[in-house]
């Protein structure tokens, strides 16, 4: 018998621990549910425009999306002031990082992370058989953007994975810094600005709408303050031969309808998502006076999340243990010097008062 084909035997090169979701973890521990603070979603929900959208998009479900995203990428366009030749639309960011490794890195060719920096990137590069350089974070639990070039230098180019504001450590570059980064790499170098959580900034550190550079991709997603991260929209900006380069290995029917119609309602809802962003800052106030009163400092953030200090590795292994005990589902950073933290999402006020709550008692 012809033996059949068989696999590559590639991992992701991320441990499982570190992908698990909140219903895995939930049945591991026995429990029917858990609050979810450990995946910073947004606690609000959809905006009604969107709910709406979904529910009118839902009738037509037996029918393919369409497949080009048209009216998507031409509201996209028109958000950030850039020709709808400057974007392309994914599954999220996730899906979007799998499209640029693929596009643009041969097997063998070099990409480069931060040590403990958000995983997926690592789990394309890793996947696609690129050699990973996985670059620590400062002392004061920040990217190394001088190590980053270092190590461009090092390996003359390749991909560089900058997530800004920076997740997990909630910390952010000014954009004049990027451009700076921009201009110290060597040729061949591209850099994949994952902007996730920059609409959380403030409007004085706010990021530039329409900065197109071909030096660099810029990523958005509509799973933070849109409230939409079931639906998997996330999106491109960068230059035209970037966008073409994306296109062509992007999945033709991977945004179904009802996530096409969500994510262009919930665009047009600026109100709702200055409203969400303004009670997360409120949110993120909140848990800086918690960690005062539990004696576990926090890290300043511009996300939706917030890094709370237990001092130790082990002691915040057990802040994680005894929170998921009570039902209540956050993640711990891996790597030092992020591996005395504990990552909290920002919840709704009563999910705030349950934790503050769980934790009390915890440290009591």
Same mark, same amino acid.
């Given at each position: &018998?012809?033996?059949?084909?068989?696999?590559?035997?590639?991992?992701?090169?991320?441990?499982?621990?570190?992908?698990?979701?909140?219903?895995?973890?939930?049945? !591991?521990?026995?429990?029917?549910?858990?609050?979810?603070?450990?995946?910073?979603?947004?606690? /609000?929900?959809?905006?009604?425009?969107?709910? !709406?959208?979904?529910?009118?998009?839902?009738?037509?479900?037996?029918?393919?999306?369409?497949?080009?995203?048209?009216?998507?990428?031409?509201?996209?366009?028109?958000?950030?002031?850039?020709?709808?030749?400057? +974007?392309? +639309?994914? #599954?999220?960011?996730?899906?979007?990082?799998?499209?640029?490794?693929?596009?643009?890195?041969?097997?063998?060719?070099?990409?480069?992370?931060? @040590?403990?920096?958000?995983?997926?990137?690592? &789990?394309?590069?890793?996947?696609?058989?690129?050699?990973?350089? %996985?670059?620590?974070?400062?002392?004061?639990?920040?990217?190394?953007?001088?190590?980053?070039? !270092?190590?461009?230098?090092?390996?003359?180019?390749?991909?560089? /994975?900058?997530?800004?504001?920076?997740?997990?450590?909630? $910390?952010?570059?000014?954009?004049?810094?990027?451009?700076?980064?921009?201009?110290?790499?060597?040729?061949?170098?591209?850099?994949?600005?994952?902007?996730?959580?920059?609409?959380?900034?403030?409007?004085?550190?706010?990021?530039?709408?329409?900065?197109? =550079?071909?030096? &660099?991709?810029?990523?958005?997603?509509?799973?933070?303050?849109?409230?939409?991260?079931?639906?998997?929209?996330?999106?491109? @900006?960068?230059?035209?031969?970037?966008?073409?380069? @994306?296109?062509?290995? %992007?999945?033709?029917?991977?945004?179904?309808?009802?996530?096409?119609?969500?994510?262009?309602?919930? *665009?047009? =809802?600026?109100?709702?998502?200055?409203?969400?962003?303004?009670?997360? #800052?409120?949110?993120?106030?909140?848990?800086?006076? @918690?960690?005062?009163?539990?004696?576990?400092?926090?890290?300043?953030?511009?996300?939706?999340?917030?890094?709370?200090? /237990?001092?130790?590795?082990?002691?915040?292994? $057990?802040? *994680?243990?005894?929170?998921?005990?009570?039902?209540?589902?956050?993640?711990?950073?891996? /790597?030092?010097?992020?591996?005395?933290?504990?990552?909290?999402?920002?919840?709704?006020?009563?999910? %705030?008062?349950?934790?503050?709550?769980?934790?009390?008692?915890?440290?009591?």
């Amino acid at each position: &018998m012809p033996a059949p084909l068989r696999p590559l035997g590639i991992s992701q090169g991320v441990a499982h621990a570190a992908l698990a979701g909140p219903e895995e973890l939930a049945r !591991a521990a026995g429990l029917p549910t858990v609050l979810r603070l450990g995946s910073n979603e947004s606690p /609000f929900g959809p905006s009604p425009k969107a709910l !709406a959208a979904i529910r009118a998009a839902a009738a037509a479900e037996n029918r393919y999306g369409d497949p080009s995203l048209a009216e998507l990428r031409a509201a996209i366009a028109a958000h950030h002031g850039v020709a709808e030749a400057n +974007v392309t +639309v994914g #599954a999220g960011i996730d899906d979007l990082l799998g499209w640029i490794v693929r596009a643009y890195v041969a097997p063998g060719g070099p990409t480069i992370a931060g @040590l403990g920096s958000f995983p997926t990137f690592e &789990m394309h590069a890793t996947g696609f058989g690129t050699h990973l350089t %996985r670059v620590p974070y400062r002392p004061e639990a920040r990217l190394d953007l001088d190590g980053f070039i !270092a190590a461009a230098r090092r390996a003359g180019g390749g991909l560089l /994975f900058v997530p800004n504001p920076d997740n997990p450590s909630g $910390s952010v570059y000014a954009w004049s810094d990027i451009v700076a980064f921009l201009d110290a790499l060597p040729d061949d170098s591209l850099v994949i600005h994952d902007e996730a959580y920059a609409n959380f900034l403030p409007p004085e550190r706010a990021f530039p709408r329409d900065a197109i =550079d071909p030096r &660099m991709i810029r990523l958005r997603t509509f799973s933070k303050e849109y409230g939409l991260a079931g639906a998997r929209v996330g999106y491109a @900006l960068g230059a035209p031969e970037a966008i073409a380069a @994306l296109d062509a290995v %992007r999945l033709l029917y991977g945004i179904s309808r009802t996530s096409q119609a969500a994510a262009l309602a919930a *665009l047009e =809802d600026g109100a709702f998502i200055a409203e969400v962003v303004r009670e997360i #800052a409120e949110g993120r106030e909140e848990y800086r006076a @918690l960690g005062e009163r539990i004696g576990a400092p926090t890290l300043p953030s511009t996300t939706n999340f917030v890094l709370f200090d /237990f001092g130790t590795p082990e002691r915040a292994k $057990s802040i *994680l243990d005894g929170l998921l005990r009570r039902g209540i589902h956050v993640r711990k950073p891996a /790597f030092p010097p992020l591996d005395t933290y504990v990552r909290i999402s920002v919840g709704a006020d009563h999910e %705030r008062a349950r934790l503050a709550r769980a934790l009390t008692e915890i440290i009591a």
